[in-house]
């Protein structure tokens, strides 16, 4: 280590340095200004230990100094610490890239923040909210680091079940649909179509118009029964699959709308089953809201399997919107919870005038497991 | 299908009777249970022609099935979360409309709706002008295509 500064630890030689002010500098003046400054410098040290967790690195990431904040959450001891680097506190959380884009911001001299999760030396892990600062030299390099957390732990563990709770939800909602649409189908939509054959046997045996108006009555409410069924959730999703499933969406959507829909389809294998329910929602929600709200009488849909993940965008060049605006939004909150249950992404790119975009993308991973529980 | 024996003409002098900013005709199809949008006047795009509305729910549930008159109003339908089974309200970017029935032989034949760009309340007169429009249409939607279908 040949560089050496004289303030290796935060504001370390304060204390040592005031009582020498009096003799080293004779103008008063200047003196005083200099007491107060480190005076202040201290106090600010004092202030930063007793609100958060905080730690000084050497460039190369040695850590130099910790607060006793730094100990607590830790589990280790000072002498623990010093002179090992910060992957002792590591969690295996973050992937490399998020290292190297962490690495690259400050060594280039940039504020990074962020949120880590670490390990503690008992085992136990705890997220800390993270802003580390870059102490660059004459030259703009860093010969240090100066990093400020506070532990989110709590607000990190609320939203993980928010967020599987969300999930739960929608499972179960889809689950119910499911048992409903197959109990119409199945249960009342067999009943009536015996009732159907019943009549037609009867009317077969000599004719009578009371009896045909009934027969064309059972017809319609069997027609009924199996809209509502596949409205619920159509059986086609669960037994043929995604692209089947939109195709008879989207026909019926032309026809209810009067939108001409271009579907655009390169999927190769079938996703898993929670990915498919993911895409047609998504799909559904976006298209309904063309056909409420985007005046258009054109939109098209996107299927793509890329490698490993999967990209659906649903597009028309209507009205636009102001996400600002765009009242309670209850759809473009569902369709972003969906995506997210599905470790999925989705961009919605709107503005009035310019047509709307939703782009999702799931990952693959999905889609290759969902591959091998279907074999197992 | 041509329909323009006169339809057009009822529709456009309709909406000068009544000043509403559209009117449209409707045919329900009995036998693949679509109620079909066929002729329009006022319209802002050719959307409505391409709109067929199935059975299970808008107008094919209410005027069709049922065989009255109903009125349509945007605000209405946006907070019952219904607005997506009217297309038709949503193709024209209505506020209110007003749709009856076109019954002939009792049974229901299709569907005439009158409607505003804006907010409107249709007056007894004006639905009865619409009624009376309808029942005048009835005739024409059962006689004509018979005849037509011969080459």
């Known amino acids: ?229 596949w409205e619920l959730r159509p059986s086609v999703l669960d037994d043929l699959g995604i692209v089947p499933a939109l195709r008879t969406y989207i026909d019926n959507f032309e026809r209810h709308y009067g939108i001409r829909v271009t579907f655009d389809c390169d999927l190769r294998k079938r996703p898993s089953l929670l990915a498919e329910t993911t895409i047609y929602r998504v799909v559904q929600e976006a298209l309904t809201n063309a056909g409420k709200y985007a005046e258009v009488s054109e939109a098209s849909v996107t299927l793509r399997g890329l490698g490993d993940i999967i990209e659906v965008a649903i597009d028309d060049k209507g009205k636009g919107f102001d996400r600002e605006n765009a009242g309670r939004g209850v759809g473009l909150f569902s369709m972003e919870e969906r995506a997210r249950a599905v470790s999925g992404r989705i961009r919605i790119v709107s503005s009035p005038g310019e047509g709307t975009k939703v782009l999702l993308k799931i990952p693959a991973g999905e889609l290759e497991k969902a591959n091998r529980e279907r074999e197992e | 299908m041509t329909m323009n024996n006169g339809a057009q003409e009822a529709l456009d002098g309709l909406r000068t009777e009544i000043g509403c900013d559209f009117c449209a005709l409707a045919v329900w199809s009995g036998e693949s249970r679509v109620l079909k949008w066929k002729l329009a006047s006022g319209n802002g795009n050719g959307k409505f022609a391409g709109i067929a509305e199935r059975e299970q729910s808008g107008l094919s549930q209410t005027v069709v099935k049922v065989g009255r008159a109903m009125s349509l109003q945007l605000a209405e339908l946006l907070a019952s979360r219904r607005i997506h089974e009217y297309p038709i309200l949503l193709a024209e970017g209505l506020r209110s409309a007003y749709a009856v029935p076109i019954l002939a032989d009792r049974k229901v034949v299709g569907v005439l709706l009158a409607g505003d760009r804006k907010r409107r309340i249709y007056r007894a007169e004006e639905r009865n002008s619409l009624l009376i429009a309808a029942d005048a249409l009835a005739s024409r939607l059962t006689d004509r295509p018979e005849q037509s279908t011969t080459p």
């Open chain 1, 1 to 229: 280590m040949s560089e050496r500064y004289p303030s290796e630890n935060l504001a370390q030689y304060v204390e040592t340095l005031l009582p020498q002010l009096e003799k080293q500098i004779p103008d008063s003046e200047f003196r005083e200004l200099l007491q107060r400054s480190l005076k202040q410098l201290a106090d600010v040290k004092y202030a930063l230990d007793e609100a958060s967790i905080v730690a000084v690195t050497d460039r190369k990431g040695t850590i130099q100094y910790v607060n006793d904040k730094f100990c607590e959450i830790s589990g280790y001891s000072r002498e623990e610490l010093i002179g090992q680097d910060h992957r002792i506190v590591n969690s295996s959380m973050h992937n490399k890239a998020f290292m190297r884009e962490l690495w690259a911001t400050i060594s280039s001299g940039r504020v990074w923040r962020g949120e880590i999760r670490n390990r503690a030396k008992h085992g136990g892990y705890y997220w800390v909210d993270t802003t580390i600062v870059p102490f660059v030299d004459a030259e703009g390099r860093p010969y240090q680091y100066l990093a400020i957390r506070h532990e989110v732990t709590q607000l990190k563990e609320t939203e993980a079940q928010l967020q599987s709770m969300m999930t739960q939800m929608m499972n179960i909602q889809e689950e119910e649909r499911r048992r409903f649409s197959r109990d119409l189908h199945d249960g009342i939509g067999q009943s009536l179509f015996s009732l159907k054959i019943t009549i037609d046997s009867m009317l077969s045996e000599g004719k009578d118009a009371g009896l045909e108006r009934l027969g064309q009555q059972v017809a319609q409410l069997m027609v009924e029964v199996r809209g509502l069924a």
